[in-house]
Nanobody, 120 residues
Framework: VQLQASGGGLVQAGGSLKLSCVVS????????MAWYRQAPGKQHRELVA????????NYADSVKGRFTISRDNAKNTMYLQMNSLKPEDTAVYYC??????????????WGQGTLVTVSS
């Protein structure tokens, strides 16, 4: 399974971005998809949002009410709509997937990161 993330960029605080993650195969059998992020200077990748088959979602407390994760099985694509962005959202964002139905880490398959920079 190969994942390709895109959509990062530079945005001012309060702005919005939409990240996309295209999967190399039919995602009907992929039961869990997620976005993680790694802030500058930090080694830990934190789970930002996850979605499982059926549409149940899980969000980090820091992004609840601002970020929305979704998936389009027909397009083999997952999205992360990010609104009301804050400077602390600055990070490299990674998409991930797993055949196991889970809303929590870990995930087995990873894409490359896309950098989101939020200026104050």
């Amino acid at each position: 399974v190969q994942l390709q993330a895109s959509g990062g960029g530079l945005v001012q605080a309060g702005g919005s971005l939409k990240l996309s993650c295209v999967v190399s195969k039919n995602i009907f059998s992929i039961n869990s998809m997620a976005w993680y992020r790694q802030a500058p200077g930090k080694q830990h990748r934190e789970l930002v949002a996850a979605i499982i088959t059926g549409g149940v979602t899980n969000y980090a407390d820091s992004v609840k009410g601002r970020f929305t994760i979704s998936r389009d099985n027909a397009k083999n694509t997952m999205y992360l709509q990010m609104n009301s962005l804050k400077p602390e959202d600055t990070a490299v964002y990674y998409c991930a997937a797993d055949y196991i139905t889970t809303l929590k880490p870990p995930h087995d398959y990873w894409g490359q990161g896309t950098l989101v920079t939020v200026s104050s």
